[in-house]
């Protein structure tokens, strides 16, 4: 059997690459290594980056729906208990959007959160 080399591969490899390091500042985009190292220093900040993006959204929903509720009279705290007694199942997400966007529709959300907690 013929023995065989990696030519072919790996110029496959490296441009492969280099069309995901393109646009990259200086080395980072032209060097093979430094390329190398920076995308995968990339691909960590992407899967940690995932994963923070959740939890900055809901820590913005929960700032959204607090601060709707202050202006309602009402705290964050007493309004998410309210929701839990009257059995309303509306997320975070959907409640900051309605909170933001349709003020009726949360102010009759906030009723029955009140009326559930008794006040």
Not at 7 to 12: D, F, K, N
Not at 39 to 49: L, P, T
Request: proline share 2%; with cysteine.
């Amino acid at each position: 059997m013929p023995r065989t080399r990696k030519g072919a591969t790996r110029r496959q490899n490296k441009h492969r690459l280099r069309r995901r390091t393109k646009g990259y500042f200086g080395a980072r985009g032209k060097l093979y290594r430094v390329a190398k190292q920076s995308r995968m220093k990339a691909d960590q900040y992407a899967y940690r980056d995932r994963r923070t993006k959740k939890r900055d959204f809901r820590r913005l929903w929960i700032t959204r729906i607090s601060a709707a509720c202050r202006q309602r009279d009402i705290s964050y705290s007493r309004f998410v208990g309210g929701l839990k007694k009257s059995g309303i199942q509306l997320d975070r997400k959907s409640l900051a959007d309605l909170a933001l966007n349709d003020p009726k529709a949360f102010d009759a959300v906030i009723e029955e959160a009140r009326a559930a907690l008794g006040g």
